[in-house]
C-alpha cells in the first residue's frame, strides 16, 4: 500500500502577531492626539458684577465661613424637619434659631474656638412669616467679625411650603461691610441692590 499522507507545517504567526501590533499601536496613537488636542478644554465661568468667587476672592476667615455654609446648607432642611415633627397642630412651625445650631454643634454658627478664629460672627435669624402656607424668604445674617477686612454673609432661605410640599433654594451672598443689618427682602434683586454679592 502506498503512503498518501502529508505532513502540514504550522502556519508562523509572526504576520498575525506584527498587524495586531500595528494596530494597538494605532488604537494608542490615536487616544494619545485626542487626549493632547481635544481631551482638555479649558472653560472659565464668567463672573457678573453681582457674583463673587469663592474660590479666588475669599481668604482667610471668610473663607472659612464661606466652606461652612456650603457644607451645612443641606443640614439645615433636616434640622428644620427634626426640631417640627412632633408639633401639636396648633404649634407653628420654625427654622431652626441660634439655640437650635448650639444643640447640633452646627458651624458656623456653633461658638466654639474655631468660631472664635474666625471672627466670633455674631449671627442673627429672620423669619417673614411663621403661620399658614408659608412663602418668603428666611435669612440667617452673619456680621460684626473682628477679622481685618472680613464681610459679612446671608444665608437665605426661599421656601415655599404649602400643604405636604417643601421646596426650599439655599444660596450664600457676601458683602464686603462688616457692619451691615438685615436686608428687608430675600429677593436677589433686592439683595443685589443693597451691595450684596452672590456666592
Known amino acids: 500500500m502506498k503512503d498518501i499522507s502529508q505532513q502540514v507545517h504550522p502556519l508562523s504567526g509572526t504576520k498575525e502577531t506584527l498587524w495586531m501590533a500595528i494596530i494597538f499601536v494605532f ?92 471672627g466670633a460672627v455674631a449671627w442673627s435669624l429672620y423669619e417673614p412669616l411663621a403661620e399658614g402656607e408659608m412663602q418668603g424668604y428666611s435669612m440667617y445674617l452673619g456680621t460684626s467679625g473682628s477679622q481685618p477686612n472680613q464681610g459679612s454673609f446671608l444665608l437665605t432661605i426661599g421656601h415655599v411650603h404649602a400643604g405636604m410640599q417643601n421646596n426650599n433654594a439655599l444660596d450664600i451672598w457676601w458683602h464686603p461691610n462688616q457692619q451691615i443689618v438685615m436686608p428687608t427682602s430675600g429677593f436677589k434683586d433686592s439683595l443685589i441692590r443693597d451691595g450684596w454679592k452672590y456666592v
Open 27 to 118: 488604537i494608542i496613537a490615536v487616544q494619545l492626539a485626542y487626549v493632547r488636542y481635544l481631551g482638555h478644554e479649558e472653560y472659565q465661568e464668567q463672573i457678573f458684577d453681582w457674583q463673587v468667587s469663592a474660590f479666588n476672592s475669599f481668604e482667610g476667615a471668610d473663607q472659612a465661613i464661606y466652606n461652612a455654609l456650603y457644607t451645612v446648607k443641606d443640614e439645615i432642611p433636616y434640622i428644620y424637619d427634626d426640631i417640627n415633627r412632633f408639633n401639636e397642630p396648633d404649634v407653628k412651625f420654625r427654622w431652626p434659631n441660634l439655640e437650635d445650631f448650639q444643640e447640633y454643634y452646627l458651624s458656623p454658627f456653633y461658638q466654639d474656638n474655631s468660631w472664635i478664629q474666625n
